[in-house]
Each structure stands twice: as structure tokens, then as C-alpha cells.
């Protein structure tokens, strides 16, 4: 009521101060006073009681403001643009932390949902088994309710989609609207999928007529009965293209039958907590359950299921390093504009000096500059909003454009548009960012005392020198950061690129489809004409770091750790693998999995150093636990003989240069447990992928879940680096050119403000190459402090990196000396047309003014 | 131009007590500017004067609470004047200023007689 009483009266501020006026002057007639004084002072106060006069003096300033950028456009135009692009980027990257890590899933209170698994004295998590689950629905202390999962992935209508085999409760515990048709229900227990809103519109283009049609999911006819809601696509990582039945595990993944003899513990459960228990009170809940048929459970671990990325430790330091690259840039844009506000307060110098003697307050200055500032930061925040959208969708096309092509099929990204926390996010930083950049001008330049400031002697102040140099420094160093950083990853790009892999991958192709078809996929595809070889193997090379296991060779009693494989007879003419001694597997060794053993060359050598390694026996202790089926695969015999020598390969992770040693038991296509079939095959690879498709749908219909050249599986390791590169590159290009640009600023301020020590100097006989020096000194200078802070920042930070992955190697001299140099260089051309300029000066004409 | 903290508008009254007498002046009938600080000088026989610089924005903060309502009207001797009128909300604050004051002079009493 009050405010809006006020805000009346400031509205109608003329109409009030004129009735005030006139009230006083009938006073006084009435009084009969003369009317000494005027007006003001009583307008003041009253106005002060109405609490208008600071939004009056409000009014006054931003005024004043605009009318000063009308007067310098470009100068506004140079902040807007500046703190605009730090703002986009660092929006940009907010919005994908946004998708990933704060948005929470369109389901029923998503943060009540928690992914639960226990864990024994080895350390190693459990998922359930279908009975426990059944258990845990019945056991109300810690959830209400709880709903079980099991990802796979499947190729439907030529495109690669995750795929979730689902408990019946799934979509109402989830509280999950339908688009179309039904939701899964408890009773569902045949071939029935619910298909993804987005997977209808894109893999299945829309068709109104899906809703009771049959689709192949790995060979396996479903008929769909609904289309989830647009707003829901999944709670995975990766968006959701179908959903199935529990009961259907078995037709669709290699696991084994859940509801088999064996009870295998393959289910992903994820509960809602009951209200009002703490997840800490639901834990302790929870271990007693699970102590009930898992004694050796020492304890459970609940992950807030709300969001694609639990926000956690582990989530935010994974964060936190890409955040910084980005917030680096924008206070590289802060300390440019504030150098450019500076400059221009300075040269205001005269202006605040008057305002100050005719009685301005301090604070009232500062709040004056401080509303420039923000000024200029709101149109910014509009301007970074743009930039963001732009670097967004020139991103994702960048991603689509160059990641391999065979991956392309499979990459899905979460919505990525903007909601009220990204537009939070842009207001705050606008508003941190005016008080950055405004702040430390304003209280600087107001810092001059009123005597000098009269006598306009505005030089005897050194601080804004001193201010000005450290936001150079400041500026270098970072822009030096983020240039070692880049040409750190670069070099570890060409590093990982460069190696050989002895593998000959060229024209060889992985092929995935489901276990139980992978023998007449086997047959069928070596009949296929051009058809140079083909193999099976548990693991296809170079997906990622390779699998170890403990072996005991004959002459010795402890275990030397290698890595292995379990592959058929053709594996090393697939890849070209060089057989060097003894021979490969024979077909029957295949197929019975037999007691033999291949070694590549670096394994002979660490496993018996000076003796032929062909006819030893090499010890296979069972591992100790029950390995995890999906991760381990084990031979099943105890000792095996060693028939043949082959060549080292680098079949894991680029980065593990020195990993060669590798060992290699027979398997075979069929053999439940092996992922891959590997064919070499000739011909132009659209062409190829398509008989090795049209060859597999004959067996059945969508029976492959990838078709991989292994060419493009190879780029994929090398992606991560290209990416990280461009990224990296990208911010120290755009803080390279804002440094630069900032030192010319500086530099062009300076020579200005010095044009009369210049002159002096330069009628004093002062030659033009020592007055260019003079000025490219300074620069260079800043320029090379703030280098060697940046060198030294990137050092104190780079364990954290090397770290965090492997393949980075932080200490290696080139980057620091390439940066240097570029630093430097930079420094002296961003000088040059200043210290040019300084040359030109006329010592006859600057001496002469004042 | 300077940014300045409230004046304090009436260092010879306890905070409040201006405000009071203006609605105890205009509890007996509306009145204007000039001739509520001519009945407080009248009736405190001259011990009580009050310039404008104190009754002006006193009067602006019993409208801003909407103690009193103002109008512009014509004096007895054709001239014209705001008016002010106390308003419901006026009146009840005068009744419990009018409590708050005597409780408070008490103790002053009780003070200098000790």
C-alpha cells in the first residue's frame, strides 16, 4: 500500500511538488512573512519522507548515463560486445550444465528418487535379483515404492536407440503421461513396447499408425502399445528410445534368465524414499534388509536419481575445470572493460573534480559509475543470451558434422533449450559482472581529493597505474593459462594420434547383435562375397582400456598381470596380426575352447625372459570372487599350453602406450559371452554396411545393434582430444584477442595521457626508436610478468588435470615456451600502433597547449 | 546532489509528539497548514511554535500512513488552502499515541520526583 502510494506520488512528482510549493507560499502570505529563502529545502525533506529522493536521483543518473554513451557509442558498443561474448559463453556452458546436472527429469517428484546398490568387504556394487526386488516392494521402512531397470542398447529402423526392459510399475510410480495408446502395466508380461516420443518422431518419422504395429527389436517382434509423453525420455544418461517388459530380458540381452535357476543379480533398482525418511535414516533401513540374504553386506550406497548427473563430488570437480576455462574468459572481458572504464573515468577526472567541490558525496559518484555499469551490462546479458543460443546450435551442428560416422547414429542429446535457470544464470552474471567491471573505476576515480582536483593536478594519484597494470598482468595471465592448456591437449591429441596400433583395421568391421544369433551371423556373413576373414572375440579392439588377469607362468610361483582376449582362429587374420612362431588357433581348438594360449611378443618377453615361450604352460588361477559376467570373462581351464607367437598390438586405450603385452584364448561365435563379430571385408563402406545389414535382417528382422567400421571406432578414441582441443582453443583464441585488444587499449590510454613527457623527451632529441621502445617496453614487460604467473598457474593446476586423465601430460617444456612466445609477440604488436602514434607526436604543438 | 541521512525535523519534541498534537489539532475539525500550527502555538500559549520546516513534511508522513486526507479548498476569507482531515486510521493512532505518551510522561514524572 505504501509502495504503491509512492510510486503514485513519484509518478505524479510534478503535481506534488507544485502543491507543496503553493501550499507553503499561502503559508507564508498567511503568516505574513516575507518569503525569505526558497522552496527547495522544504521540497527536499518532504520529498525525503516519501523516500522518492533517492529514486529521483536515480532518475537523474541513468539519464545522465545514457546521454554519455550517445556521446561515445562506440565505446558502449566495445563494452557490450566484450562482456556480451563472456556472458554467451559462459551461458552456453551453463545450459548444458543445466540439462545434465540441474534440470530434473519430468517425473513425479524426481528428487524423492534414489538408485540403490549394496556393496561387501571387496568393494565390488551389487545389483538384485528379481526375487530380492519382489522382496524389497513389499518392505515399506525406507521406500514407498520401487521400480526395477536393465538398459541395452538395439538398432530399430536403422538407428541405434537405448532400450529399457522395465518393471510393470514403471510409468505409474514415475507418474509418466502417455501420448498415445497405454503405458506398460503389471500385468504385461509378453512382447509389448512402449516407444519413446522422440525415437516416434525420428526413427519411426511420426507414423499415426504405430500404435499397434509390430516392430524388431535384436530380432524379436514387439508390438507397440503406446508413445510416452514429449516431456519424458527416460532417466538415463542418454535419452530413452523404448521401453519393454521385464519378463522380455531374456529375448533381448545376453544376461541370463531372471527368472532362471541361477537368480542372477542383474536388476537396477531405483525407489522413492517414504516421506519424511532421511536418505541417511533409508540407508541403515536398507542394510538391514539386504543383510538378510547378502550377510557379508557391509553397506548401500543410494544416488539421487532427479538429474541425468547426480550432483555430487564427483559431478562437480568434473565440472568445475571446464566452468573455470570459461569464467576465466569472462574476467578477461571484466578487466578489459574495466580498463576502458578507467580510462574513460580518468579522462573524466575534471568533471568528477567539479562535482566533488560543488558538494557530491563519494557514494553518490560511485553509485552514479555503478549505474553506468549496470547499463551496460543489461544490454549485454540480452547480447550474451544471443551469442549463447548461436554458439549452442553451431556447436551441436559441429558435433554432428564431424564425430564419427558411425557414431553419429547412436549420439542423442538431452533438450538443451533455455528455461528460468538459465535466464537466472544470465541475470546474475550480467549483474556480477557490472559490479566487477564498474566497481573498482568508480571507487578508484573518486579517490582524488578536492584540493588537487581543483588546481587540476590530477598525476600526483599513482594508483590507477598500479590498478591498470595489474589488470593487464591479470589478463595475460590468463590468456597464458588458457594457451598452455590448449596446446597441452593439442599435444596430447598428436601424441595419441601418432601411435601404431599393429592392428590393420582398415576395411574390418565390428559386428554386434545378440549372442544367441551370433554363430548363423557368423556363417551367413562368410559366405558373403568379398569376404576376407572373420572371427569372433569376447572383446572387439580399441573400445576402450583393455581387460587384465593375473597368470602364473611354469618357471615361476608368482602372478604377472597382462592383458587378454578370448578370440577364434581368424582374429589375427582379420587384423593382420603377424603370427611370428608357432601357429594360430585351429577351428577345433575354437569351438571347443580348448587349453591353449597365444602370446604376443612383449608378453613372451615378461613372462619368461630368456627361454622360447612356445610349448610352456601358463597357470590360470580362478579369480577369487564370482566375476561380474558382463565385465570379466574367464577361461575355464587351469593351466594352458602356448602354441603361437604373434605380434604386439595396442588394443585397449591410444593413451596406454605401454600396455602391449597381450595374451589370447581360444573362443568361438556362438559361445555365449563374446560381444563381437569381427569381418574383414573390401568394397566402399555405404555399400559394404548395407550387405552386412541386409545380410543380417535375412536371419531376422533388426537383429543388428551396430554395424562399426572399425576405422571410425578407432576415431572415436581420438574425438575426445579434437574436441577438447577446439574447445580450448576456441576460449584462448577469444582471450587472446581480448588481451590483445586490451593491452592496445592500455597502451593507446597511456601514450595519450603521456603526449607532453613525450614531447619533452622528443625535443630533448629523443630519437623515434627510442620513444617506440620506450612504449613496446612497458607492454612487454606487464606482458612477461603475466606470462610467467600464467606459466606458474598452470603448473600449480596441472596434477589436478594429469590426474584426472591419463593421457595428458602436463609437463612437457613446448607448450610453456610456444605460449611464451605467442604471449610476447602479442604484447609488442598490440603495442606497435600506439607506440607509432607516440612518434607522430609534434613536440612543438604539445608543449605549446596547456 | 549529496546522498543525505534524514533531518531530524523536530529536535525539541520526543519523536512522534508533533505528529500527535497535529492529529489532536485536527481531531477537533479539518484545518490547514497555517492554522494548525497557529492552534498549537494559541493553545500552548506561545510554548509551542512550529515552523514550516518541521510541519510540512510532519503532514507529508500522516498522508503517506494515511492518517490524514488533504484537499484543496477555499478559506473563509476567499482564499484558497489544503485542507487537511483526520481519517479513521487517524484518530485510532491518536488514541494509542495519546496512551503511549502519558505512560511515557508518568515515568518521566517519576524520574525527576525520585
Known sequence: MRIWKKLRTLWRQNRFEADLAEEIRIHREMSGQAAFGGTALFLEQSREVWGIAWLESWKQDIRYALRSFRRSPGFALGVIGAIGLGIGLNTTMFTVFNAYALRPFAVHDPYGLYELSWYGKTGNGHWFTWDQFRDLRTYKAAFSDVMATGNFGAQVNGRTLLGQTVSGNYFSMLGVGIAQGRPLLEEDNGAVAVVSYQAWRNTFGADPALVGRKIYIRGTPFEVVGIASPAFSGMEGLPTGFWLPLRMSSLVTDREDLFGPRHPESLHIVGRLQPGVSPEAAKSALLAWARAFAPDAIGVTLVSRATSVPLNRDAILTFLPIFAAFALVLMIACANVSNMMLARALARQREIAIRISLGAGRARLVRQLLTESVLLALPAAAAGFLISEITIEGARRLLFATVPDAFRRVLALEDLSPDWRV????????????????????????????????????????????????????????????????????????????????????????????????????????????????????????????????????????????????????????????????????????EAEAPVVIVSESAARLLWPNEDAIGQSLGVPAPATTPDRIFARFPRFASARVVGLVGDTLSGLLEHSDFKSCIYFPTHAGIPGNDSILVRMSGPQGATRRRIETAMDQIAPGLADFINPMDDVLALQIYPFRVTGWVAGFLAGVALLMTVSGIYGVMSYLVSQRRKEIGIRVALGASAWQVVRMVVRQSAWLATIGAALGAGLALAISPVFAHQLEAIQPYDWAPYVATALVVLIAAIAASYAPARRAVTIDPVRTLRCD | MGLKKPVSHQADFLPGTLEMLILKTLSRGTNHGFGIAQHIQQVSQDALRIGEGSLYPALQRLLLNEFVEAEWDVTENNRRARYYRITARGRKHLEAEKKSFEFVLAGIARVMEA
Open chain 1, 423 to 590: 535466464f537466472a544464470f544470465i541475470l546474475a552474471a550480467s549483474v556480477v559482472t557490472a559490479v566487477l567491471f564498474g566497481l573498482v573505476p568508480a571507487i578508484q576515480t573518486t579517490r582524488s581529493r578536492l584540493v588537487e582536483a581543483n588546481r587540476g593536478d590530477f598525476s600526483s594519484d599513482y594508483r590507477p597505474a598500479r590498478l591498470r597494470n595489474f589488470l593487464v598482468v591479470a589478463q595475460v595471465a590468463v590468456c597464458a593459462l588458457l594457451l598452455i592448456c590448449t596446446a597441452i591437449v593439442l599435444r596430447s591429441q598428436a601424441r595419441v594420434t601418432a601411435q601404431t596400433t599393429g592392428l590393420d583395421i582398415h576395411a574390418v568391421w565390428d559386428v554386434r547383435a545378440i549372442s544367441r544369433y551370433q554363430a548363423q551371423v557368423a556363417t551367413r556373413l562368410a559366405a558373403e562375397p568379398g569376404v576376407e576373414a572373420i572371427a569372433a572375440a569376447w572383446r572387439a579392439p580399441l573400445y576402450g582400456s583393455s581387460r587384465g588377469i593375473a597368470v602364473i607362468p611354469n618357471n615361476r610361483s608368482d602372478s604377472v598381470v597382462v592383458s587378454y582376449n578370448l578370440v577364434s582362429s581368424g582374429y589375427f587374420s582379420v587384423f593382420r596380426i603377424p603370427v611370428l612362431r608357432g601357429r594360430a588357433f585351429s577351428d577345433a581348438e575354437s
